[in-house]
């Protein structure tokens, strides 16, 4: 696939992707969240399906629940200069309350809804720690 045809398929997916974030923002507001907190959760949420799912392949964001590690590993770090324990912990809870309306919607199994839920209880202590200042031995 060249570059051109990524792009054309990466949009298409991204409209689709825009779809869901709106229904998941009525889905909020019905939940009773204040507009900013809707609006931050949403931010967060589009950078995390319509820049990492879609930078180096397409991924649906019901299949992306199996990258949230490699998210918070690696490319958050790398790629969101706001990236900080605060912002980690925000993008953690918005990804808790999508992939629950997703589940809901049965967009994915309760077995891949179970293992997000463990990869975070036994990884977000490391994923925070990214971000503590490195005792350089100096």
């Not at 019905?30 to 907190?37: M, Q, V, Y």
């Not at 953690?92 to 309760?110: G, N, W």
Request: without cysteine.
């Amino acid at each position: 696939m060249d570059y051109e045809e990524y792009e054309q398929l990466a949009e298409q997916q991204r409209v689709k992707n825009n779809q869901l974030l709106d229904n998941f923002e009525e889905h909020l507001k019905l939940e009773g969240l204040s507009e900013k907190t809707v609006s931050k959760h949403l931010s967060n949420l589009d950078f995390y399906v319509n820049h990492y799912l879609l930078y180096e392949e397409i991924i649906e964001p019901k299949d992306g629940i199996g990258e949230v590690g490699y998210f918070f590993e690696g490319w958050f770090p790398r790629k969101a200069m706001w990236s900080s324990p605060t912002s980690v912990n925000a993008t953690i809870t918005v990804l808790k309350k999508f992939y629950t309306y997703l589940l809901s919607q049965d967009l994915i199994t309760k077995v891949q809804y179970s293992e997000l839920l463990d990869l975070i209880k036994e990884s977000k202590a490391e994923w925070v720690s990214y971000y503590e200042p490195m005792d350089s031995g100096w």
